[in-house]
């Protein structure tokens, strides 16, 4: 059942099967964000309390939702890499972890923007800002790990390691901030039987979300190729690959 | 079981006979809450409202010290690797070293807790509080440690990742403890956090030494 995986711990498989999906990923992704964001901060209706400020939603919500999914994503491969010592996963690791971190950046940024007219102040130590800035200081600990082994393999094992603890760490972090202080407003599209947004706001935040998903896929892609050719620099298939890409772009 | 104890009475013997550096983290600890009334002014009700949090702060700091040296020697002189070698438990093995660093190098600082409360003029319900969370605290940040001191045993950079991996995985206990401390002070009881900080090192006995032998084997390599 479980068959199809298996040439993928390959990194081979794994370079040519990112390069197939890459444009998957990147053209719905790119007209995804260009509907969704006209229609979110151009057209759709004001919010009746918060103005046209509201319309940060439109970049800060998919960013902050990515900036965690791709988190566990990273957890996730990690788990998958230690127990089956696959090491396209560790590799995927690498890759995603700076696309994590500008999510994160992201949504920590706009929320900024946002909190400067609503709240009165850039920055408040409310329990979600600090869970996400918390958030931002493990990416960048996995990134700082992985960059400082010279031998990638005993890297990627190190970030796996380190990103499993960080994640059964996450919940009590985002729990122990959350009872320690909290300012920031409750959901608001998580409540699906009713949600508290009107469907006008709703639609284009639903194709951000999606369209920033994407973006982050076709950006793990082309960074996990890049990780792969930077590693198998020596093999015979990567060189194979490189001549003749440079051949062809001559 | 045999090689707990062989492990933890090999450390204990080795920590006596190279005593010129235990005590250094504590006396760090001590200096940093010392340098804090002179930075922020010494009226005693400031320095009791923030003393715990600073107790805290550099309790974590210095163990992030502390923590370095692990297995920094052992694996310098490769009995990390003939430890690895071993028949017995890895884990086991990993457990008695952090067991003997914790009380070699953070116990000092539970005894020293005393004078640091005295500093910041702490009453006596907090420094109650604060004993308390040490003692159920300061465990869990060596096993929480150990799987990060682990895994860059082997890189000659090790000092500021350390910290940069650690913190903020230190976070929540910073959080529970703090808050005990000041429930303490406001009268309330504060077993509930105590009991979160007791339950997330039950938790850390359980799977810590698991992660921390296999860190040892990355850096093995």
Request: with cysteine.
């Amino acid at each position: 059942m479980w068959k199809w995986l298996h040439p993928y711990a390959k990194t081979e498989e794994t370079y040519a099967l990112c390069g197939r999906l890459y444009p998957w990923f990147l053209w719905p992704a790119i007209a995804l964000l260009a509907v969704g964001t006209v229609w979110g901060l151009a057209f759709a209706p004001a919010d009746y309390q918060q103005g046209d400020s509201f319309r940060i939603i439109y970049i800060h919500v998919p960013g902050a939702m990515l900036s965690m999914g791709l988190y566990a994503g990273m957890a996730i491969l990690g788990f998958i890499g230690l127990v089956w010592q696959i090491r396209t996963c560790y590799m995927g690791i690498a890759a995603i972890a700076p696309v994590g971190a500008m999510m994160t950046f992201i949504a920590l940024f706009t929320g900024a923007v946002w909190g400067k007219p609503m709240w009165g102040t850039w920055w408040v130590w409310d329990a979600r800002l600090t869970s996400e800035l918390i958030l931002l200081f493990l990416y960048l600990g996995v990134i700082a790990l992985y960059g400082a082994f010279d031998d990638k393999i005993q890297a990627g094992k190190a970030v796996a390691v380190m990103s499993l603890v960080g994640v059964i760490n996450l919940p009590i972090i985002h729990y122990s901030v959350y009872w320690w202080n909290t300012l920031h407003q409750g959901a608001t599209i998580s409540k699906f039987d009713n949600p508290s947004i009107s469907s006008d706001m709703l639609w284009p935040l639903l194709l951000n979300i999606l369209g920033f998903g994407l973006v982050a896929g076709a950006l793990a892609c082309r960074r996990l190729q890049n990780e792969i050719l930077t590693r198998e620099m020596r093999r015979p298939w990567a060189q194979t690959l490189l001549l003749s890409n440079e051949t062809g772009a001559k | 079981m045999t090689v707990f104890w062989s492990v933890f009475r090999r450390d204990w013997l080795l920590a006596f006979r190279q005593n010129a550096e235990f005590l250094q983290p504590v006396l760090f600890c001590l200096l940093v809450v010392t340098m804090f009334p002179l930075g922020i002014g010494p009226s005693p009700a400031t320095l009791q409202k923030v003393g715990p949090g600073i107790i805290w702060v550099a309790a974590l700091l210095s163990s992030l010290l502390a923590l370095e040296k692990l297995f920094k020697q052992d694996f310098l002189d490769g009995s990390l690797e003939q430890l690895v070698l071993t028949p017995g438990s890895l884990p086991m093995l990993a457990l008695a070293k952090v067991l003997v660093h914790w009380l070699v190098s953070t116990l000092p600082l539970l005894i020293l807790s005393p004078v640091l409360a005295l500093f910041l003029n702490l009453t006596w319900d907090m420094y109650w509080a604060l004993l308390c969370t040490l003692v159920l605290g300061t465990p869990l940040m060596s096993l929480i440690g150990a799987i990060a001191v682990a895994l860059t045993a082997g890189l000659n950079k090790g000092g500021t990742l350390l910290g940069l991996l650690l913190l903020p995985v230190y976070i929540p206990l910073l959080i529970f403890a703090t808050s005990a401390v000041e429930s303490a002070s406001l009268g309330i009881p504060f077993t509930g956090q105590l009991a979160i900080i007791g339950a997330m090192l039950l938790f850390a006995i359980a799977l810590t030494p698991y992660a921390v032998a296999y860190a040892i084997k990355v850096s093995q390599n």
